[in-house]
């Protein structure tokens, strides 16, 4: 297939640790089309306004479409079997229904798949999906890249950066949902009742997202707002925000609009307690420190006993790993009142990371005090090691294979 190649501008770096601006919502297509993916209701029905239907109609069919968008996934306006014959090539003609491009598609022995996907303008972003045996987790990326260099993420390497748009986002939950063969097969012209069963005996594999791909979705707002709301809404995707978890690495002065807006689980990138690591390990942290962040995670609307705020640890040798550190967070979990569980990741190396994973019974060690303080502190177990399912590294280990490729093209040429 052509790569569509387009003009699209990559977002200066704003330096370290600067709010990226947001770009627009929808990329330019060569071809002029609209790609309707990503897109409010209202916004559809405004583009067939634009495009010469009547109010009337246009609000109608932006509900028709919007219907077999996100509840049954089509991507062909032929399919649209409710929308006369000579319209929907009227439809083509002007708008498509896009995916992100599947660059390379990898599924590890213990089930976990990751996706190396492409925008139409061609930069490429990451999507893993994590079966357990009782949810499926997608784990969706927000930007091209990141920002924020935190020292063992290897997304903070990455030097460009686009934000993703909201149709970017939300395909991403679309093409899974497509490789995992979850859209309902039903007919438009069934009762809402029947196609709400049949959706449910589907069985769906995809139960859970966490947007903790590439990027920090809380330096693109607006657009990770816009995907997650086309994702919770009752005509959209239709899953419950309590299944959704949006996890930051501190940029503190959004999470309290991420709270009242968006209204999602949320996970903090804590990684440390002592603020020379953190400030070493998660840079953001010069910014908005340790107090500030925690005083703000307090304050997150919506946490609760019920509803707790997951603080991630990325267990470094040497580092972050002391008996110290632990009884330190704890007493910071405490100090704050927080409703608070703990998630500590076994880091997971990548080629020119200065750091080791922690020994497991220092792991193991770190975990019992958490939980002898009263707080969940589970270990994670590493999913997809043998297909380099962390953040960041297949997209690397693609540059790799192609610049290897290239290498042989020039042996060849001489
Ligand atoms: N930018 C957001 C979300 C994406 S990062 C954030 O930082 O929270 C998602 C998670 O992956 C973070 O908790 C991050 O610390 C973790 N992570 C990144 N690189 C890792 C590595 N090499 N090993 C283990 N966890 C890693
Ligand atoms: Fe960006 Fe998160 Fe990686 Fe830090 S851990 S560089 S914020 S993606």
């Known amino acids: 297939m052509r ?32 790609d309707l993916i990503g897109l409010p209701k209202k916004r559809i029905a405004a583009l067939f306004e634009e495009a010469g239907l009547d109010a009337k109609q246009a609000k109608l069919r932006s509900r028709q ?6 509840h049954r996934g089509v991507s062909d306006f032929e399919a649209m079997t409710d929308i006369g014959k000579a319209m929907r090539p009227w439809l083509a003609e002007r708008f498509v229904i896009g995916r992100p491009e599947v660059v390379e598609a ?62 970017e986002i939300v395909g991403q939950v679309m093409l899974a949902r497509d490789a995992l063969g979850e859209w309902p097969k039903g007919r438009m012209d069934i009762p809402e009742e029947e196609t709400a069963s049949e959706y449910r005996a589907d069985g ?11 990027g920090e979705p809380l330096y693109n707002y607006d657009n990770v707002h816009d995907a997650l709301k086309l994702v919770m809404d009752a005509e959209g995707l239709a899953l419950s925000r309590r299944r959704i978890t949006l996890s930051t690495s501190g940029v503190v002065p959004m999470m309290e609009r991420c709270g009242q807006e968006i209204n999602v689980n949320l996970a903090v990138s804590l990684h440390a307690v002592r603020k020379e690591v953190r400030d070493e390990i998660v840079p953001l942290n010069r910014k908005y420190g340790i107090e500030e ?5 307090a304050a997150y609307p919506g946490a609760s006993n019920a509803r707790r705020i997951t603080f991630e640890y990325v267990m470094l040798k040497d580092k972050n790993d002391s008996d110290e550190d632990a009884h330190e967070l704890v007493r910071l979990i405490k100090h704050y009142n927080l409703p608070a569980k703990v998630n500590l990741i076994p880091f997971n190396p990548w080629p020119g990371a200065h750091y080791e994973c922690s020994d497991p019974d220092r792991i193991r060690r770190f975990s019992e005090i958490i939980f002898e303080a009263g707080i969940s502190g589970p270990v ?22 192609s610049r290897a490729e290239r290498d042989r093209e020039a042996a060849a040429a001489r």
């Not at 790569?3 to 501008?9: E, G, S």
């Open 204 to 214: 769906r594999l995809l139960t859970n997202i966490v947007m903790m791909g590439m």
């Open 65 to 70: 479409v919007f219907h077999w968008l996100y």
């Open 293 to 297: 962040l925690l005083e703000a995670c």
């Open 3 to 34: 790569r569509i190649v387009t003009a699209t501008p990559l977002i200066p770096l704003p330096g370290q640790i600067d709010p990226v601006p947001v770009a627009r919502d929808i990329t330019p297509r060569e071809d002029g089309r609209v």
């Open 106 to 167: 990898q599924h590890s022995s213990d089930g976990t798949r990751k996706w190396l996907l492409r925008t139409a303008d061609g930069h490429d972003f990451e999507m893993v999906f994590i079966p357990d045996a009782d949810r499926g987790t997608l784990c969706v990326s927000s930007q091209v890249g990141c920002t924020l260099n935190c020292t063992f993420c290897h997304t903070g390497t990455m030097r460009l950066v686009r934000n993703l748009t909201p149709g």
């Open 380 to 401: 994670r177990t590493p999913r997809g090691r043998d297909i380099d399912a962390a953040c960041g590294q297949l997209r690397t280990a693609a540059e790799k294979k």
